[in-house]
């Protein structure tokens, strides 16, 4: 079965750039999206279709992917983007939605 | 509001059975497909399972044969029978509005809790 893989934590300073990867066999032959959770919340859809932003998502988020990893970078990272990030696809040959393990995001 | 409203959970023995409900609102539900995610505790986000606006459904692997997805348009509703409950079911069970063709979820509820335990 397909699988998708994250680094359990990344760490960031205020203000700094953070970086959370997501590895996959071709991974970017498909569409990636990234989920924002916080406990206690829902999660939050932050990029879908590798680069696009919801409305009402801050421009701080962006997302990319290629060959076999999709990133999610947030610049400028402010306390309040201190979460659980997900990201997620969907294997077409099984018709399965597939996700990461998640990566804790800690501002420091 | 556009929202989604799940209810259903609670405490049930190990083999026996429940049916949670998602009531959706705010958004032509019947033109979206619908999924069910959920969180055991201090575990990740897994799907679980998905149907098409037209019915055709999907499952993972772990609930194939126990759980059973549906909908009923004209009740803007959405709904998981999951049966032979198991410990490892338990978990926070989220509906999530899905986008056809891309399926990812742009919409999440809050959230039911499912406790499996004797």
């Known amino acids: 079965s397909y699988e998708l893989t994250q680094p359990p934590s990344v760490s960031v300073s205020p203000g700094q750039t953070a970086s959370i990867t997501c590895s996959g066999d071709k991974l970017g032959d498909k569409y990636a999206c990234w989920y924002q959770k916080k406990p206690g919340q829902s999660p939050l859809l932050v990029i879908f279709?590798?680069?696009k932003r919801p409305s009402g998502i801050p421009e701080r988020f962006s997302g990319s992917n290629s060959g076999n990893t999709a990133t999610l970078t947030v610049s400028g990272t402010q306390a309040m983007d201190e979460a659980d990030y997900y990201c997620?696809?969907?294997?077409?040959?099984?018709?399965?939605?597939?996700f990461g393990g998640g990566t804790k995001l800690t501002v420091l | 509001e556009v929202q989604l409203v799940e209810s259903g959970g609670g405490l049930v023995q190990p083999g026996g059975s429940l049916r949670l409900s998602c009531v959706a609102s705010g958004f032509a539900f019947s033109s979206y497909a619908m999924s069910w995610v959920r969180q055991a505790p201090g575990k990740g986000l897994e799907w679980v399972s998905s149907?098409?606006?037209?019915?055709?459904?999907f499952y993972t692997d772990s609930v194939k044969g126990r759980f059973t997805i549906s909908r009923d348009n004209s009740k803007n509703t959405l709904y998981l029978q999951m049966n032979s409950l198991r410990a490892d079911d338990t978990a926070l069970y989220y509906c999530a509005k899905t986008v056809n063709s891309v399926w990812f979820f742009d919409l999440w509820g809050r959230g039911t809790l499912v406790t499996v335990s004797s």
């Open positions: 997620q696809a969907w294997d077409s040959s099984t018709g399965n939605v597939v």
């Open positions: 149907i098409s606006g037209s019915g055709t459904t």
């Open positions: 279709q590798d680069t």
